[in-house]
């Protein structure tokens, strides 16, 4: 499996290239910090999806960058992540490269519940498993953090020509595997310069809390 960062938003509410921006703690920018929650659950390397502008500063990374634009067509999530799975034909962990308070602890429960399906459909047969993802009590389906399969391109890519570009939809309910997602504010992600501000007054509150209870 592979980890795969999607950082090729256009990022027009956070008035900047959000994946640039730096967190207190010296993780580094945002894909920095993303590729270091990912690196510990897979064993075949990391890429990061990614506009044709981010090109030059993503190359020092030492990952493998994967343009979402290579049709012309405006970046978007389901469009980066088909273009990662045409090119790795692998299963991909995928997040988004704006959660500041997310965990490798977390991410891992994803990891274990895929591990898990496979095993017990490979003894019991059932639908081809898809999706690996979190699910809230309201139903909603957090689809940018989870397991995308190699098996489900053909399915994303026929929503992506259909022009539906939520992946939520673009999977077969059957070939879900849901686990409840857990409490606390491992899924805020930022969006606007003040949600960066909340979160590194924050992160470095929890710091200042933690170093003075060593």
């Given at each position: ?7 090729g ?14 967190l ?14 990912l ?6 390397g ?26 012309g ?5 389901l469009?980066g ?42 003894r ?37 020509s ?9 999977l ?43």
């Amino acid at each position: 499996m592979k980890g795969l960062v999607l950082a090729g938003g256009r990022s027009s509410r956070f008035g900047s290239d959000k994946s640039r921006a730096v967190l207190p703690g010296g993780t580094g920018d945002m894909v920095d910090f993303s590729i270091g929650l990912l690196a510990p659950l897979v064993d075949e390397g990391i890429a990061v999806s990614c506009r044709r502008d981010q090109l030059a500063y993503l190359k020092e990374k030492g990952v493998v960058l994967i343009p979402d634009e290579d049709d012309g067509g405006q970046p978007t999530p389901l469009r980066g992540l088909v273009a990662a799975l045409r090119k790795t034909r692998s299963a991909l962990l995928v997040i988004p490269c704006d959660l500041p308070f997310m965990t490798s602890d977390v991410l891992a429960l994803l990891v274990r519940a895929r591990n898990e399906t496979l095993k017990k459909r490979e003894r019991n047969g059932g639908p081809a498993l898809l999706r690996t993802t979190f699910v809230d009590e309201k139903g909603f389906l957090e689809s940018l953090i989870g397991i995308y399969e190699a098996a489900c391109l053909p399915r994303l890519e026929e929503a992506l020509s259909l022009g539906r570009l939520g992946i939520w939809s673009a999977l077969p309910s059957e070939g879900n595997r849901l686990i409840p997602r857990p409490e606390g504010s491992f899924f805020l992600n930022m969006n606007t310069p003040q949600e960066y501000e909340r979160a590194v007054a924050l992160l470095t509150k929890q710091a200042t809390a933690s170093a003075s209870s060593c």
